[in-house]
């Protein structure tokens, strides 16, 4: 009786963190440097619970602030976004999901890209 106690307390603790909303960045690599000034931001979430309803990539350079640069409204779990006319310089990026529960989700930490024309 004791071990169904302890396994349930256990499954209630540990399974919310195992079906959270979470957040990866697929491309471009974090520390890539290019010469290129159109670049494909690539981020997928993972939720299991819930649809996602947008995904919106987020960036900064080192004079300025997080901005939202691009939303995805859907319920696609991928989002490629293109942003063009970088100029150079060292871009910080991160995607933050938003699912059908209001949660949102952010990778664990940021990309850095540099773009050096």
Known sequence: ??????????????????????????????????????????????????????????MNTSSSSFAAVSTQSNSSTSANFLVSSLSQGTYIWNCLATNSNSETASASSNSSLTIST
């Open 1 to 58: 009786m004791k071990k169904e106690v302890i396994g349930a307390i256990l499954l209630i603790i540990l399974v919310p963190s195992v079906l959270a909303l979470s957040m990866s960045l697929n491309s471009p690599s974090s520390g890539n440097t290019t010469n290129m000034t159109s670049i494909i931001f690539s981020c997928t979430a993972t939720e299991a619970t819930h649809t996602i309803s947008s995904i919106v990539l987020y």
